[in-house]
């Protein structure tokens, strides 16, 4: 498992605002888009490609072009909902399917209650898109339900981490899947009912408005 930290001032800007209580959900979600497409450009810097001849208006040259199978972006539901147009607008070819999981606040376990995916994920590379990795527990069922259908690799965008989830991720994760976590940063600890802690609250209803 590889973590990447994205070290960058815009980032740290665009993450400060979301962190402020004040923030209003339009302007939070607006700026969790652009958040995640800078983190869009380190996510994919190992994206499948290959090279083509392409003619210039001067000559013709071995220019670049991304590979098939086309890479899977994977929001978890809801939350990831609010990172999706950030990481398409760098992969408009990418496909999208869509995994919903939902977190016991007591027990913190994690149950599957919908899913739209492929059933053969063979070769393909996919990205999960999940603003707050907290316990970890969402995203080792995401990475084994998509290892399960064949994924090739898998990379992690997320806004914020929490060490305790990286580190279960270390510990219970099938060493077999390729796993790489791209963060804007990882914070100091969980509180007792599981939160990031100073984190930025619950993603999903900061983007979206509390539902009952």
Not at 12 to 23: E, G, I, Q, Y
């Amino acid at each position: 498992m590889r973590v990447l930290e994205i070290d960058h001032p815009l980032v740290a800007h665009k993450l400060s605002v979301l962190r402020n209580r004040a923030t209003h959900s339009s302007v939070f979600r607006q700026l969790a888009d652009e958040l995640v497409t800078l983190l869009a450009y380190e996510a994919t810097r190992n994206v499948a490609v290959a090279p083509v001849q392409i003619e210039t208006p001067v000559t013709t040259m071995t220019g670049t072009r991304l590979t098939n199978p086309k890479p899977m972006v994977v929001p978890i539901l809801r939350a990831g909902l609010g990172m999706l147009d950030g990481l398409t607008r760098l992969l408009p070819t990418a496909e999208v399917g869509f995994l919903g999981m939902v977190r016991n606040d007591e027990t913190l376990e994690v149950t599957t209650y919908a899913n739209r995916l492929p059933d053969d994920l063979s070769g393909r590379q996919c990205f999960v898109l999940d603003p707050m990795l907290a316990t970890g527990h969402t995203l080792i069922a995401s990475c084994e339900y998509l290892h399960e259908r064949g994924a090739k690799d898998i990379t992690c965008v997320t806004l914020l981490c929490a060490p305790e989830g990286l580190k279960a991720l270390e510990e219970q994760l099938d060493p077999a899947i390729d796993l790489t976590v791209v963060t804007a940063a990882i914070d100091e600890k969980l509180d007792e009912k599981g939160y990031i802690v100073p984190g930025l609250g619950d993603a999903g209803d900061r983007l979206f408005g509390v539902v009952d």
